[in-house]
Nanobody, 128 residues
Framework: QVQLVESGGGLVQAGGSLRLSCAAS????????MGWFRQAPGMEREFAAA????????YYADSVKGRFTISRDNAKNTVYLQMNSLKPEDTAVYYC?????????????????????WGQGTQVTVSS
């Protein structure tokens, strides 16, 4: 059973940056594709970014493309989300998730149902 714990959230002004981390325990992430999702108040959880199991391919929602970067360090069993040029509309709880998927069809990783494990989330608030 893989447990995921997010960290790095907080309050930041518009235009600022944050780096989220997602640390795993209870198992290795090396065979899992990883995703970051976010959920704003009153909204459905939505896809933000994903990275393939080997780190070779990344995929982003249009709303974050060019501003967010997903990466992973399998030696540290950790996935990251670097968020730059933050906007108030980025305010949400951010969740990481693990999907036991070794394919290259990244569009699959945009679906919540594809994932096997989820973290509890970390709050990101961007003030204007």
């Amino acid at each position: 059973q893989v447990q995921l714990v997010e960290s790095g959230g907080g309050l930041v002004q518009a235009g600022g940056s944050l780096r989220l981390s997602c640390a795993a325990s209870g198992g290795t992430l090396s065979r899992y594709a990883m995703g970051w999702f976010r959920q704003a108040p009153g909204m459905e959880r939505e896809f933000a970014a994903a990275i393939s199991w080997n780190g070779g391919t990344t995929y982003y929602a249009d709303s974050v493309k060019g501003r967010f970067t997903i990466s992973r360090d399998n030696a540290k069993n950790t996935v990251y989300l670097q968020m730059n040029s933050l906007k108030p509309e980025d305010t949400a709880v951010y969740y990481c998730a693990a999907d036991y998927y070794q394919g290259e069809i990244m569009r699959i990783l945009t679906s919540l149902r594809s994932y096997d494990y989820w973290g509890q989330g970390t709050q990101v608030t961007v003030s204007s």
